[in-house]
């Protein structure tokens, strides 16, 4: 890991998983443009705690994929 | 500036930015996802994401009270320097600061507060959003 992918790879690679990318580039609207993925998995605590110790001053940390379609959100505040 | 998003999946995934300035002068930001949600009034982002931006919760503004399948819970509200998503910052911004469940797919949701003063545009047959 350290390389740098751009987000076509990054989806193709990590589909279903939460990534850390650091020194990511992103277009005007946000979307990831290219970065380097420094974590990969399920583990969002994980996730968190590789976050926790980057160094870089441009990250991301994405969910790659759909969830679950059976899935429904329910969201209220 | 339009942004598109997938139309056809239950939840409307954005792209956001949240930024603080270092003690060294420098600026660090973080993109997540947020879930576009225009039946929550608040803005809210998870707890995690702030505190690896260096975040404290400790200088929470204000705390609110949110209703959770395990009951009420206290959140605290934190103010950011900088939030950006769908072509618009808001600088100074207040959010509510909690964790979604870890199966959650998002870091936090987009809320209303964001929103107002502005028109917001979803067309659900392009799968695009407009915020001007």
């Known amino acids: 890991m350290g390389e740098i992918l751009t987000i076509e790879e990054i989806e ?23 970065g380097k993925v420094t974590y990969h998995g399920k583990d969002k605590e994980q996730l968190h705690k590789r976050a926790m110790q980057s160094q870089s001053d441009h990250l991301a940390t994405l969910y790659i994929g759909k969830p679950d379609p059976k899935m429904e959100f329910l969201l209220n505040f | 500036m339009k942004t598109l998003f997938d139309s056809t999946y239950g939840l409307i995934y954005l792209r956001a930015k949240i930024s603080r300035r270092k003690e060294n002068g420098r600026i660090k930001d973080l993109i997540i996802n947020l879930a576009l949600d225009t039946g929550a009034t608040g803005t809210v982002i998870s707890q995690k994401r702030l505190i690896g931006l260096g975040y404290k919760l400790k200088d929470a ?24 998503a769908l072509g618009k910052d808001k600088s100074n911004f207040l959010i509510i600061a909690h964790d979604l469940p870890p199966t959650a797919s998002v870091d936090g949701v987009l809320g ?6 502005n028109i ?9 959003i407009e915020l001007k």
């Open chain 1, 12 to 34: 193709r690679q990590f589909d279903g998983e939460w990534v850390l990318i650091e020194d990511v580039e992103t277009d005007e609207r946000l979307e990831v443009v290219r």
């Open chain 2, 61 to 84: 503004e204000d705390e609110m009270l949110i209703t959770t399948g395990s009951g009420l819970i206290s959140v605290p509200k934190i103010r950011v320097e900088n939030l950006a």
């Open chain 2, 112 to 117: 209303l507060d964001f929103l107002r003063e």
């Open chain 2, 120 to 128: 917001l545009t979803i067309d659900f047959v392009k799968g695009e």
